[in-house]
């Protein structure tokens, strides 16, 4: 008799999505997290607020975690990791390590959802100096001392004058690797720069660029109040060098539109570092025996009009496991995979 | 500060403690001129009421290949943004004084970045400075003294009526009509435009018009001297026109010039006068059929549309329809035509700017717009501002095409057809 309950591997935004779609439709979805608490990395990382409507990002993935904690349609796992599968769609056995035991889980469809890691800026050709000086910051780091409402430079506890961000650290960049565009950067830069605006408002804030791309309403809603209503500066032109000077950063670079080398000196320097393949996806993706692209990302088989669908039949694979994703892909590939993987056992336990 | 051009010099290579260094090291010792501006220069603008907007350019370009200045010149909202970004004090620099407020890079702006607000703003500032050319000064110092940037008397305004050989009645005798006629400096003392002003006295007495002028009662609108940057005494005048009309009933208001509907329409409102205020060439449109054309006008014409009609204030086809009503008017537009219609040069203060210009641009605005218009083969352009026969007539003599080409208001066309 086939198995019509559905395994979602990784408890982020994409995960706690498709597990609440599954229970909706009445089925069952069994829920495996390696951390000891729901969230993913919008959680592990502390973000402040969501871009791009600013949601304060601690409520939002509550109000994820509820839907589906105490949802009898929901069995959850934490501290649990896949260590091995087998079988197909209808009858998957999947062997893991949950808080040091081995268990078997039996599913009929599997979806993974185990996300992506920040790039770490200490492998960027460019070398900003991440690990050298003290306020060179990632967005993932900015991120926290925003969620804490205290913007200061780590250097010395002061509020700082001037916050440069660098944007496409350790994206689109052939010789990292890296030669896809991160996709949320910009916008999130745009977002910090902003709260940033706001939280220390003598603070002048400069954002060097290749190119923004902050497509959609993304343009309007974070990209123009920035420029028109907060006064960041867009500069065009990446710094390339990043130098001490007694207390501050001297930033190097050329700003193209304006034909000129600048020198620049910072308070603090935040680099706007990219999406990768996180290690569970990775391990995930070679446990199933699903084909991950160049990059080590998932790769789905379906081009434009499938974008959860792997090679492996019954494997499906939603967010930013697939490549870089903001929030909104995360939440509609889940409902995709969820009518996917929902379809897959239907078709094996009712043949047409 | 702008980086001094001078100063910029790389060095083929450069040998310091007896270590020679790549050309790439070089010029980042001392010789390019590393720059960084905090930015004060376009904070003093965008920080201005009404300049704001200069500060939401994503520097895309589109306003400068339609900007009428750069056509002659080198010139354009961009332009003077990516000056700001270099430093440039914009309240000191010519780069304030070239804008005629056409509102072609507003049409085109993805941002909406508005010169029309934010060049007034600007200049307001570098007027209390005293930093403007000497010649807009005049302007400014005539309006202020005698009520029109000519410099005539203002006992004088109503004179034009005398030479009309029409009945054009004073609104002080009237007291009420249906239209008061706001007539304007230009149409009231300047040679061509005292013509104009003549011909379309006529047609309103031979359509039956009920109508009223101010005579010496009327004062500049201003509005070009605000856009070049006489805010006070726009509002001066405008607060004394204002108590001028209140002593009279009238149902609409007729203007002879674009720049008075402009004023009238959009900035009275501010100061407590709301009025249905309309262009001579929107209200005579649908009479036309009612006037008698005894002679048909084997005439090519083409038309030039003003800047303050058109693109300020929406009206493209009033004056086309005029024109198809006149028997054997054949209309030829130019390229450049009603949304994207070039500028004469004459707005926001460029009317009194010509030498000022000269030394900005290859030629003026205004022979620019007169060697299109011979390029289409009319004999005739036709305008409906003030500012433009005079402009034009002067640009049809300075590129040698006295002869080729005519310059009339299409209201004295109008006379020409009713014989």
């Given at each position: 008799?086939?198995?019509?309950?559905?395994?979602?591997?990784?408890?982020?935004?994409?995960?706690?999505?498709?597990?609440?779609?599954i229970a909706d439709l009445g089925y069952k979805a069994i829920l495996v997290e390696k951390r000891e608490r729901l969230g993913g990395t919008p959680d592990a990382s502390g973000y402040a607020a969501l871009t791009p409507d600013m949601r304060d990002a601690g409520e939002a993935m509550d109000e994820m975690r509820a839907a589906v904690e105490n949802n009898p349609n929901v069995e959850i796992m934490l501290n649990t990791e896949v260590t091995g599968a087998e079988g197909e769609t209808g009858n998957f056995k999947v062997k893991a390590k949950s808080a040091g035991n081995e268990v078997e889980i039996e599913a009929g469809a599997v979806i993974i959802a185990t996300g992506f890691t920040h790039f770490d800026p200490g492998r960027e050709t460019q070398k900003y100096g991440y690990y050298e000086h003290d306020d060179v910051l990632t967005l993932v780091d900015a991120e926290k001392m925003l969620k804490e409402g205290n913007f200061v430079r780590p250097s010395n506890g002061e509020k700082p004058k001037r916050v440069a961000f660098i944007q496409c650290v350790g994206s689109r960049d052939r010789q990292i690797g890296n030669e896809y565009c991160s996709k949320v950067c910009c916008g999130i830069s745009s977002k910090q720069a902003i709260e940033v605006r706001e939280m220390v408002p003598d603070c002048k804030v400069f954002i060097f660029y290749i190119d923004m791309r902050m497509y959609g309403y993304w343009e309007n809603e974070i990209y123009w109040p920035a420029q028109e209503k907060h006064k960041v500066n867009y500069i065009k032109g990446m710094a390339t060098e990043i130098i001490k000077k007694g207390d501050h950063l001297i930033v190097k670079g050329e700003d193209t539109t304006m034909r000129r080398p600048m020198e620049v000196p910072m308070d603090m320097v935040i680099l706007a570092v990219g999406m990768e393949p996180s290690a569970g996806t990775r391990q995930v993706a070679d446990i199933f025996g699903v084909k991950k692209n160049q990059y080590n990302f998932i790769e789905t088989i379906g081009g434009a009009l499938n974008t959860v669908s792997t090679n492996v039949e019954g494997v499906f694979a939603a967010g930013a496991c697939t490549g870089p994703s903001d929030l909104e892909d995360c939440i509609s590939a889940a409902g995709s995979a969820v009518m996917k993987s929902i379809a897959a056992v239907r078709r094996v336990a009712v043949p047409a | 500060m702008p980086i001094d051009k001078k100063q910029i010099i790389e060095k083929e290579s450069a040998v310091v403690d007896g270590i020679e260094l790549s050309a790439d090291w070089n010029r980042m010792f001392e010789q390019?001129?590393?720059?960084?501006?905090?930015?004060?220069?376009?904070?003093?603008?965008?920080?201005?009421?009404?300049?704001?907007s200069i500060g939401w350019c994503y520097q895309c370009g589109q306003c400068v290949p339609v900007c009428p200045v750069d056509a002659v010149g080198e010139y354009g909202p961009f332009r003077t943004y990516k000056d700001l970004l270099m430093g440039v004090d914009l309240f000191k620099s010519d780069e304030l004084w070239k804008c005629t407020t056409c509102m072609q890079c507003l049409r085109v702006c993805p941002k909406a970045v508005d010169m029309v607000q934010i060049m007034p703003a600007v200049r307001e500032e570098a007027v209390m400075e005293g930093d403007v050319p000497e010649e807009l000064q005049e302007a400014f110092e005539n309006?202020?003294?005698?009520?029109?940037?000519?410099?005539?008397?203002?006992?004088?305004?109503?004179?034009?009526?005398?030479?009309?050989?029409?009945?054009?009645?004073?609104?002080?005798?009237k007291k009420e009509a249906d239209l008061l006629w706001f007539v304007e400096c230009y149409p009231s003392y300047h040679a061509r435009g005292k013509e104009a002003s003549a011909a379309l006295a006529k047609i309103l007495n031979t359509l039956g018009s009920d109508f009223g002028?101010?005579?010496?009662?009327?004062?500049?609108?201003?509005?070009?001297?605000?856009?070049a940057g006489e805010v006070g005494l726009f509002e001066e005048f405008a607060e004394e026109n204002i108590k001028t009309f209140s002593k009279y009933k009238f149902k609409q208001m007729l203007v002879t010039d674009p720049h008075a509907l402009n004023a009238i329409r959009k900035k009275y409102p501010e100061y407590g006068g709301e009025y249905d205020v309309i262009h001579y060439t929107t209200y005579l449109a649908p009479l036309m059929e009612k006037l008698e054309m005894k002679n048909t006008l084997n005439y090519k014409v083409t038309f030039h549309d003003p800047c303050y009609l058109g693109r300020h204030n929406g009206e493209y086809e009033a004056p086309r329809s005029i024109l198809r009503a006149i028997p054997g008017v054949e209309l030829i537009e130019m390229g450049r035509c009603k949304e994207q219609s070039y500028c004469c040069g004459g707005g926001g203060g460029g009317m009194w700017l010509d030498g000022f210009m000269a030394?900005?641009?290859?030629?003026?605005?205004?022979?620019?717009?007169?060697?299109?218009?011979?390029?289409?083969?009319?004999?005739?352009?036709?305008?409906?501002?003030?500012?433009?026969?005079?402009?034009?007539?002067?640009?049809?003599?300075?590129?040698?095409?006295?002869?080729?080409l005519l310059v009339k208001d299409i209201a004295e066309l109008i006379v020409e057809a009713m014989g």
């Open positions: 008799m086939a198995n019509e309950n559905i395994l979602v591997i990784g408890g982020g935004p994409t995960g706690l999505e498709a597990a609440k779609g | 390019r001129v590393v720059h960084y501006e905090d930015n004060d220069a376009l904070d003093k603008v965008r920080d201005l009421d009404g300049a704001e309006t202020f003294e005698y009520g029109n940037p000519l410099g005539e008397s203002q006992r004088k305004r109503a004179d034009w009526i005398q030479e009309t050989g029409s009945e054009v009645p004073l609104m002080k005798d002028v101010l005579g010496t009662e009327e004062k500049c609108s201003c509005d070009s001297q605000r856009l030394d900005h641009v290859s030629e003026r605005l205004s022979e620019n717009r007169v060697k299109e218009a011979v390029e289409t083969g009319a004999d005739l352009l036709v305008v409906c501002c003030p500012y433009e026969v005079s402009r034009f007539e002067d640009a049809v003599k300075s590129t040698g095409n006295e002869g080729k």
